[in-house]
């Protein structure tokens, strides 16, 4: 099942405004990533974080590997209709099998005109 | 295109049917993994191969679902006597091999309801 804890679950915000949403775990992990979904489409990836403390931006989009390894967040700034969608948190761990991504239950975005 | 392409797109078929689904991914890629994915969820992982052999599979893939990558390019998913509760959206990923760590893309997934 699911190890990540996604928060929050779903978002309804005004076209302008930032949204932050965040992603924890009990164990470490080693990369996170930050995918978005569209309705009957597969994840779009949107950033990758590797290090302990990184801070990468992709547009409006940052998002940061947390300090103990155990949580991220993502940001998005001055949103627009296009960003509607279900964000989705992954991560790799070290100790869970090095190669599988273990995915958040994602986070419902929707944009209020 | 040249991101990783799934067929079917949307597959329906009767409880007890065999169903076979493709994945082609990014072609330098070595690593493809499959998930799949219910309503309101994550995507939950099944198996990956790197190359052609199949090195992790979760606890998930039952015995009726079997999946082969023969030559380490394309790779299939069949799940034999279909049950209800196999409708869920399968998804393919495939990423290159990497000491930083995974970078997965996906394909657009294919959507299995079975009735």
């Known amino acids: 099942g699911q190890q990540l804890n996604q928060s929050p679950q779903s978002m309804f915000i005004q076209e302008g405004e930032d949204v932050s949403m965040n992603c924890t775990s009990s164990?470490?992990?080693?990369?996170w990533l930050w995918y978005k979904q569209d309705p009957g489409e597969g994840p779009v990836l949107l950033i990758a974080?590797?290090?302990?403390?990184e801070l990468t931006s992709n547009g409006r989009l940052t998002a940061q590997f947390g300090i103990t390894r155990k949580d991220s967040f993502l940001n998005i700034s001055a949103s627009i209709p296009s960003d509607v969608g279900i964000y989705f948190c992954?991560?790799?761990?070290?100790?869970?099998?090095?190669?599988?991504?273990?995915f958040g239950q994602g986070t419902r975005l929707t944009i209020n005109p | 295109d040249t991101g990783v392409s799934q067929d079917p797109r949307h597959k329906i078929t009767k409880r007890g049917q065999n169903v076979t689904f493709r994945c082609d991914p990014i072609?330098?890629?070595?690593?493809l993994y499959w998930y799949r994915q219910t309503l309101g969820q994550g995507p939950e992982f099944l198996t990956y191969?790197?190359?052609?052999?199949?090195?992790?599979k979760s606890r998930l893939l039952s015995d009726r679902f079997s999946a082969e990558r023969p030559k380490g390019s394309f790779s299939t998913l069949e799940i034999q006597r279909t049950e209800q509760g196999d409708s869920a959206m399968y998804l393919c990923?495939?990423?290159?091999?990497?000491?930083?760590?995974?970078?997965?893309?996906f394909g657009q997934g294919t959507r299995l309801t079975v009735v």
């Open positions: 990923a495939s990423s290159l091999n990497s000491a930083w760590g995974t970078e997965a893309f």
């Open positions: 164990s470490i992990f080693n990369t």
């Open positions: 974080l590797y290090k302990a403390g």
């Open positions: 992954a991560g790799q761990s070290l100790i869970q099998g090095a190669q599988k991504l273990v």
């Open positions: 072609s330098e890629h070595n690593r």
């Open positions: 191969f790197q190359n052609e052999a199949q090195l992790e």
